[in-house]
């Protein structure tokens, strides 16, 4: 194999772990907003009233 092979090989797999890293990245950050969504939803529904998640106390 030559030099050029190695680096060629290198490149392809630092190219594939780049793409994986950006997906998971992207993964995490739409988990958080999710989060955020879900916990304005709850907000808004307690405060107007409707929420069936309502606390008792």
Do not use: D
């Given at each position: 194999m030559s030099t050029l092979d190695i680096f060629v090989?290198?490149?392809r797999?630092?190219?594939e772990l780049?793409?994986?890293r950006?997906?998971?990245e992207n993964l995490i950050k739409l988990s958080l907003?999710?989060?955020l969504?879900?916990?304005r939803l709850i907000?808004?529904?307690r405060f107007a009233g409707n929420c069936p998640f309502?606390?008792?106390g």
């Open positions: 090989e290198k490149g797999k630092e190219g780049g793409k994986s950006t997906a998971a907003l999710l989060q969504l879900k916990s907000m808004w529904l309502r606390s008792s």
